[in-house]
């Protein structure tokens, strides 16, 4: 089974401050995702990649930045926080096509003071 | 965009009883994918299907690409069947999800 790993699990930042969450995976995926889940949205995908160097923009990509910068390590980055980004994020990895499913990280609580 | 509609939002069952969850899309799916948030957040995968249905235990999923559906059945719920259940669609060749919104369901004694 896949590992997908988070960090920090929790996190609490000031408004303005600079956040960078990480996502490392171990199973060799080409692609990874960034996703919030918010009560009543379900989950929604904020950035992917479809390998190292790449980043694509999801459907809410506003106030969010991502580097990958290797294959195994997924980034998001919020340059200037701001308290309407309080969520929990999660990480997943998966490969393209196939029967494969995404794999998720544990999630990461964030909350933006 | 919402591609698509996860009902019903909320669920209670008693123990030992059973129930349906069902996803509509918008648009033509390429497999859908049935997940579990536990008590810690975690997301943990139930099903990922292209076509037709399948079983764990006492899960059932089905999905049906003509008629834009999905559902995942439970039977028999105990009370660790408790927690959020999410739906979402494969709507590309790149393995990009499009998320339910969940349905939180509780099942008690």
């Known amino acids: 089974e896949a590992a997908v790993t988070q960090s920090p699990r929790n996190k609490v930042a000031v408004t303005g401050g600079k956040v960078t969450l990480s996502c490392n995976q171990t199973?060799?995926?080409?692609?990874m995702y960034w996703y919030r889940q918010d009560t009543g949205h379900g989950l929604r995908l904020i950035h992917y990649?479809?390998?190292?160097?790449?980043?694509e923009k999801g459907d809410i990509p506003d106030g969010y930045k991502a580097s990958r910068p290797s294959q195994e390590n997924f980034s998001l980055i919020l340059e200037l926080a701001t308290p309407s980004q309080t969520s929990v994020y999660f990480c997943?990895?998966?490969?393209?096509?196939?029967?494969?499913?995404?794999?998720f990280g544990p999630g990461t609580r964030l909350l933006v003071l | 965009g919402d591609q698509v509609e996860q009902s019903p939002s909320a669920l209670s069952l008693h123990e030992g009883t059973g129930s349906a969850l069902r996803c509509n899309f918008t648009t033509t799916m390429r497999a859908v994918q049935w997940f579990r948030k536990n008590s810690r957040g975690s997301l943990i995968n139930l099903f990922y299907l292209a076509s037709g249905t399948k079983e764990n235990g006492r899960l059932k999923s089905a999905f049906d690409s003509k008629e834009r559906y999905s559902t995942l059945h439970i039977r028999d719920a105990q009370l660790e069947d408790s927690g959020t259940y999410f739906c979402a669609a494969d709507m590309s060749n790149y393995n990009v999800l499009y998320f339910g919104s969940g349905t939180k369901l509780t099942v008690e004694p």
């Open positions: 199973n060799n995926h080409n692609n």
């Open positions: 997943a990895s998966g490969e393209i096509g196939g029967q494969d499913t995404q794999y």
């Open positions: 990649s479809y390998g190292a160097g790449s980043t």
